[in-house]
């Protein structure tokens, strides 16, 4: 396959290179180690979840739909592998989607943060005077002053905190937050850091309700969710976290025309805008991911799985064949995959090249069943599924997949440093899961909805 020789011939130069830099790098000079305190998901208001009957409702009540966008719309929805419990924004719920106004994104953002930021400092102990960086990363919603100063200004922080917002970089924003937090501990090394990182989504802002079917995917899939996590590089407190941060390699493929318009923010042949999504995604998230592998590998398989990668494409190479099919084991290295549960088709597509098996990617799956995709914060609560599940034990290796519009995939690789067991946001939950079939329970009540549904191929299914 063109994914696996495209990954194959470098990552052995480069696996060479980087263990024997990463090496003289570690001896040379004490780095700076990330360790995360704690993290809070966000868990909405009950009142807050949306069922398909109303999602439907919301389809029906708008004038510019027509039975086969209904209909598209529907297909999308059964296949889509979200339960019945995801949220949505108490705007939409009121029938307002179509004429959201700043205020509402505002409102959206303040019940996250009141609930998740308050969490953490509360769960912690750790107060807002504490926090020397603070970084806000938020898609859609990019208000004056920026969400970061909001939340300096609601919790009253101090002056020299260093705030960043980060904007329009898509799901896999939260790994470049934790990469600025990453190069601030590494430049004030040996003072030590404290960090908040706030990873969420607004949805409000990009509600769609025009016809484009490329268009129409977002109210689909996307879902309100968010995370707040706390940071250090205090040696002191090693004791207290959850995790290492071990490596983090960030990936961009946009130079690749398919990948960088896999995910599009447009307007429609209305002028309506939104986010459109083409069926090139799948394909771009194994493509990313590979790029980020080929980095990422010399740092997280063992010496033995490198060096039977090494002899297997020597041997190709002597054979004198044309194409190198290199089979990476990344089980040798890794012991827990939290991948973005974007949808179900880049969950299959990822589990399909990267030979994951079902075990491995059932966090993903629960988690874009119980919550949606929550863009950015979705591997918060994966993590958080996985703690709840009691399957996260000291020296465990996680690796933390994200992947975003641009096209990018970012990962980063954590060992877990005590045996967790935080049920979080899963708190009422946990026990249902895993459950048997992601399929909407609706199937049968609108099967009308699937006869002579046009299968148009340029389509995005899920
Ligand atoms: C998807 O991307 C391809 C190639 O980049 C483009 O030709 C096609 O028009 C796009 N489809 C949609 C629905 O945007
Ligand atoms: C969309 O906007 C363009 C530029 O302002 C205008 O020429 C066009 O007529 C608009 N289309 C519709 C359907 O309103
Ligand atoms: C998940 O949602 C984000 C925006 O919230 C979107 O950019 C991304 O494409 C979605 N993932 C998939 C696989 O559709
Ligand atoms: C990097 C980034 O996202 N910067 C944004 C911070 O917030 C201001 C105001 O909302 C925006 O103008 C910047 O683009």
Redesign the pocket.
Known sequence: MELISLFAVPVLLEAMSLTYLAWTATSHRRRSQCYLLDYVCYRPPDDRKVTTDMLYEMVERNKYLGMPELRYLFRLTSRAGLGEQTYLPSGVLAGREMCLTHQDALDEMDAFSNDAVAGLFSKTGFGPLDVDVLVV?VNMF????????RIAHHYGMREDVAA??????GCSATVVSLDIVQNIMRARSPRPVLAVVVSTEVLSPGCYGGTDKSMMLGLCLFRCGGVAALLTSDPALDGRAKMKLRRLVRANIAANDDAYSAIFQREDTHNITGYSINKTLPKAAVRAFAANLKRLVPYILPVSELFRLATDLIRQKMSRRQRFKIDVNLKTGVDHFCLHSGGVAVIDAVKKNFGLDEADVEPSRMTLHRWGNTSASSVWYVLAYMEAKGRLKRGDRVLMVTFGSGFKCNSCMWDVTRDLADKGAWADCIDEYPVESTANPYTDKYSWMNDNADDDPSLPVL
Do not use: H, R, T
């Not at 990019?142 to 100063?149: D, T, V, W, Y």
């Not at 960043?164 to 970089?169: E, P």
């Open positions: 990363n990019n208000p004056e002053p920026c969400l970061a100063s960043y917002n980060v904007s329009g970089m």
